[in-house]
């Protein structure tokens, strides 16, 4: 039997994080944010004064990324943001990052959340969630979670960044932030999380 890929695509703040692990926790899938690898890569630009644009120096980094990478304690946050999204549009990363991705899905299955894991790492996935919502209520989502870390932040700042990320990920020319045209969406604006979990698991269970 091959293994149970689910993809859970969607721009920042839809809930896609939060719905992707709990579908994970009630299938018994390994989970992977994919968000983090391109924040780690990010990241490790930053420490080392490189700019995040720099298709060399990130395609390195990309490439010497290793688990330890992911388990780091400072890859949210307004500046992990825009140097992960600056990063993901460089082909060379994203190609250095597919056949990790891939590998950890085929093994046994999991849930993976990002923004072209149904239409490009696991295009054959049985299971395709789009999940969105209003930029308006994601930026207010973004905001009561700085809030909530501690980080004092303008909600029309974080709001005009948030957008500024998705003009980005969705118009880059590699693997655009975009639904596959087989994944079914599912709008969070005026769902909480118990609601859109249950309507994803409905969902997930019609389909295996
Ligand atoms: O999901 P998250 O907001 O953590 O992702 C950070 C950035 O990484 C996104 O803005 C996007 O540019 C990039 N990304 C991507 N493809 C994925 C996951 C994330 O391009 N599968």
């Known amino acids: 039997m091959t293994a149970l890929v689910i993809a859970v695509d969607g721009p920042a703040a839809a809930g896609k994080g939060t719905l992707a692990r709990r579908l994970a926790d009630a299938l018994s899938l390994p989970y992977l944010d994919t968000g983090l690898l391109y924040r780690a890569v990010g990241r490790r630009l930053l420490d080392g ?61 999991a849930v993976l959340d990002g923004r072209d894991i149904g239409t490009v790492v696991f295009p054959d996935a049985p299971v395709k969630l789009f999940v969105s919502a209003s930029p308006e209520e994601r930026a207010r989502r973004r905001w009561l979670e700085l809030r909530g870390r501690g980080v004092a932040a303008e909600l029309a700042q974080v709001e005009a960044e948030m957008r500024a990320r998705d003009a980005q990920d ?39």
């Open 170 to 208: 969705s118009g880059r020319s590699v693997a655009p932030l975009k639904p596959a045209a087989d994944a079914t969406l599912i709008d969070t604006t005026s769902l909480d999380a118990d609601a859109a979990f249950e309507t994803a698991l409905a969902l997930v269970r019609a389909r295996i």
């Open 49 to 109: 004064g490189a700019d995040p644009r720099d298709a060399e120096a990130a395609t390195a980094q990309a490439r010497a990324l290793t688990p330890a990478d992911l388990a780091r304690n400072d890859l949210r946050g307004p500046a992990a943001d825009m140097a992960a999204s600056a990063v993901a549009a460089i082909p060379a990363v994203r190609a250095a990052l597919l056949d990790w991705q891939r590998d950890f899905g085929r093994q046994h299955g």
